[in-house]
């Protein structure tokens, strides 16, 4: 029996961006369930906690994951020998889709603090949950796998400690 569960650390940087994935995508449920909530509600205690947690995320550790996987993880598989030359296009592409992410989100975050201080009862997230649904899907069911098998314990502490700096505001 686990009583607290744990998260991966700066130790497992593939099993850390998995999670961050997975926070991604419980923030996107959170983003579905609130236009109904809105409709019924209008901008309540709970929209407007739930969209200060949204917005906290996705103005830091998003952008943060972003560049751990961008500035660490991707160029390493690019430069591996054994990555697999059909799925080169695919990972040069994640970085573009990360671009589009944050075009979406700074066009979400808007609609979102005009929803949390009263000034509108619609929203509309549904572009940004799918594109990122799309987005994590590949990550996590075909790039993470990869790297996983081809990067060494080493590579791999290396990527954890360039995540660990990122966040310490250290630059590697």
């Given at each position: 029996m686990q009583?607290?569960?744990t998260?991966?650390?700066f130790?497992d ?8 994935h997975?926070?991604?995508l419980?923030?996107?449920e959170?983003?579905e369930?609130l236009?109904?909530?809105?409709s019924a509600?209008g901008?309540?205690?709970e929209v ?9 995320y996705f ?12 500035e660490n993880?991707?160029?390493?598989l690019l430069?591996?020998?054994?990555f697999?030359?059909h799925?080169?296009?695919?990972l040069?592409d994640?970085a573009l889709?990360?671009r589009?992410l944050?075009a979406?989100w700074e ?5 979102l603090?005009d929803v949390?201080?009263?000034h ?11 594109m990122h ?6 990550e996590n ?6 790297a996983?098998r081809?990067?060494s314990v ?6 954890g ?5 990122r ?6």
């Amino acid at each position: 029996m686990q009583l607290f569960s744990t998260a991966p650390s700066f130790d497992d940087p593939i099993g850390l961006l998995m999670a961050c994935h997975n926070r991604i995508l419980g923030h996107c449920e959170t983003l579905e369930r609130l236009p109904g909530h809105l409709s019924a509600h209008g901008s309540d205690d709970e929209v407007r906690q739930a969209i200060r947690r949204i917005l906290r995320y996705f103005h830091t550790a998003a952008r943060l994951h972003h560049a751990d996987e961008e500035e660490n993880l991707f160029p390493l598989l690019l430069a591996h020998v054994d990555f697999p030359f059909h799925m080169r296009a695919p990972l040069r592409d994640l970085a573009l889709q990360h671009r589009e992410l944050e075009a979406a989100w700074e066009d979400l975050a808007k609609d979102l603090e005009d929803v949390s201080m009263g000034h509108r009862r619609t929203l509309s997230p549904e572009r940004f949950i799918s594109m990122h649904r799309a987005h994590i899907a590949l990550e996590n069911d075909e790039i993470f796998p990869i790297a996983a098998r081809l990067l060494s314990v080493a590579i791999l502490d290396e990527i954890g400690s360039a995540m660990r700096m990122r966040r310490s505001g250290v630059k590697p």
